[in-house]
């Protein structure tokens, strides 16, 4: 490959370029959202208008936006409510859910990596307490869709309240949060091309939502802290654009089963999880037995294109990604995938100088035997 490829969206997307120049604008702009007189007010205006933004990409109501440093942060303050004494989570949920809580209730999956509805429902009859429900819209690895309103009818028929953690799927499909009926959401600026350190909770009912920060005021009093200012107007800046180009980014899995076909074209045994189910469009996880994960990210990182093994939160791990080990995936397998992510500036040239990289290592590996 003569130009580097980047192939790893679900880690993170570039920044698009009018969200740096809104950033750049907002720092030269200055002001403290808090502050009353006329720079502080403007900065105020610039804040509510990427809360709306940010809002209208999930179609929620923007009072119930509270702006926070990442994805991280608002699944954990959703989850770490004194209210809440009991939290099940489904077995591939990011890390910043399972890790929440210590005494989290995991609901399995299915070998084909959705959430198990009949184990959930048993749960959720275990237990009169306090209950809340935590199940992710998209898998970060292999992009698989999971059934929302059907979990969170299950959860709201048991009295138990649902979060869900829409990071990997806002502004790569469409999301409505009313449509989903969840009662809080999480999302992340990064995923689709705004700046790193900025995230929002969606909340159906703010009033309900504990303090996570605090100190200050801000975000309705729930989150406590001078406002990022010049990193909210870039999220309302990518949130915007995002929406604006939800049919381009669809258009994706045209890109993404041409690289499917052509890797079982070089390797009919290769597994592609998730193939036949409702998946994000830009995502590919994959394995093939006998090339290692480890092998492909360095080789292909060598010949000029960025994958990954799986999710960013957990890399450097030499073991089978937890998501695919919680869908039975056996680790002579599971040790040998990959993700390959893409996003806006994704072209064919970019499929293909990567199945070229590919095809090197696959038949470097068939000669060593």
């Known amino acids: 490959m003569t130009s580097r490829s980047y192939l790893d969206f679900n880690a993170t997307a570039p920044t698009r370029p009018e969200v740096i120049d809104a950033v750049a604008e907002a720092m030269r702009e200055g002001g403290n959202a808090s502050s009353v007189h006329a720079d502080g007010r403007a900065a105020r205006t610039r804040v ?74 048993r749960l959720l009859a275990e237990s009169d307490a306090p209950t809340m429900v935590s199940i992710m819209l998209a898998n970060n690895e292999t992009g698989i869709l999971q059934p929302i309103p059907e979990a969170v009818r299950l959860a709201h028929d048991a009295g138990a309240l649902f979060h869900c953690d829409a990071v990997q799927a806002a502004g790569k499909i469409p999301v409505d949060t009313r449509a989903l009926g969840v009662d809080s ?22 009033s309900t939502m504990p303090r996570f920060v605090h100190g200050g005021g801000q975000e309705s009093g729930l989150r406590a802290g001078t406002e990022n200012v010049p990193g909210i107007v870039g999220y309302g800046v990518a949130a915007e654009s995002a929406l604006a180009g939800l049919n381009e980014f669809g258009a994706l899995a045209e890109l993404r089963d041409d690289l499917e076909s052509k890797v079982l074209a070089i390797e009919p045994t290769a597994r592609i999880f998730g193939k036949d189910l409702d998946r994000l469009p830009n995502t590919s996880k994959f394995a093939t037995k006998g090339l290692t994960s480890e092998v492909q990210v360095m080789g292909l990182d060598l010949d000029g294109a960025s994958i990954s093994a799986g999710s960013a939160c957990s890399a450097g791990r030499v073991e089978t990604p937890y998501v695919l080990a919680a869908m039975g995936v056996p680790d002579e397998l ?36």
Do not use: Y
């Not at 809002?55 to 954990?76: H, K, M, R, W």
């Not at 959401?185 to 703010?206: E, F, R």
């Not at 990567?354 to 290592?361: M, N, V």
């Open 185 to 206: 959401l999480a999302l992340s600026a990064h995923k689709i091309g705004g700046p790193q350190g900025v995230g929002a909770l969606i909340c159906k009912t703010p």
């Open 48 to 121: 509510e208008k990427a809360r709306q933004h940010v809002a209208a990409l999930v179609g929620a109501d923007p009072t119930g936006v509270i702006f926070t440093g990442s994805g991280t942060e608002a699944n954990n303050q959703a989850l770490r409510s004194d209210n809440i004494e009991r939290l099940i989570v489904s077995a591939i949920e990011h890390e910043s859910v399972l890790q929440a809580r210590s005494d989290a209730v995991i609901c399995p999956v299915s070998p084909e990596g959705l959430v198990d509805l009949d184990a959930l429902m």
């Open 334 to 369: 599971g040790l040998c995938a990959v993700r390959v992510s893409l996003g806006w500036t994704t072209t064919s040239q970019d499929v293909h100088g990567f199945i070229t990289a590919w095809q090197k290592l696959h038949d470097r590996k068939l000669s060593q035997g």
